[in-house]
């Protein structure tokens, strides 16, 4: 239920501005939904911070990542803009994302050594998921509204199906 609401109030945010055009932290520069957004977002990290601290051995990793997106979620963004501010905003939000889906591989991993069927049936998942991303990617040629509400979907739908997965085997 909680995951139905955040992806709620993550459309309505991207549909401020052209899901085509635009991307989330255009919207975020806006005077009207800069506040509001922050403090979802804020809400937003934090429970899956926890979900993905709960369930990996990678501590540091999970730390890592959620470092990186509160960093980028509180520098100032400007769009059109290629200050030193939104620059940071940009890289260090994607180091975030970065570590996020190394901490993925690492679920694999380390399911791989225990439960392989299980890890090849979420790498198929990971896979798909991936191949649909860079499909939106490619057609869309940048990293709009809609393409980063599918990345959320796609990384709520790894975590739930792995968290399911792993009560069922064990």
């Known amino acids: 239920m909680v995951h139905i ?15 085509i055009h635009n991307n989330l932290s255009g919207v975020m520069s806006m005077p009207q939904y800069h506040y509001p957004m ?21 501590k540091a990793l999970v730390h890592i990542s959620g470092l990186c997106l ?32 190394i901490t993925l591989a690492m679920f694999l991993y380390d399911l791989h050594q225990t439960h392989t069927y299980l890890a090849y049936k979420l790498l198929q ?14 057609f869309l040629a940048d990293i709009t509204g809609l393409f980063e509400w599918l990345c959320f979907l796609s990384f709520i739908i790894f975590l739930e199906t792995y968290k399911h997965s792993i009560s069922h085997y064990l």
Do not use: N
């Open 70 to 101: 509160l960093i980028s979620l509180f520098m100032p963004f400007k769009r059109s803009s290629h200050d030193f501010f939104s620059e940071c905003h940009t890289y260090i939000g994607f180091i975030g994302i970065v570590f996020i889906v």
């Open 5 to 19: 609401i955040f992806l709620t109030i993550l459309a309505y945010f991207a549909s401020r501005l052209s899901l």
């Open 125 to 138: 998942l990971l896979i798909s998921l991936c191949l649909m991303l860079t499909t939106v990617l490619y």
């Open 38 to 58: 922050q403090c979802f977002f804020f809400v937003f990290l934090i429970y899956y911070w926890y979900q993905l601290y709960q369930i990996t051995k990678r």
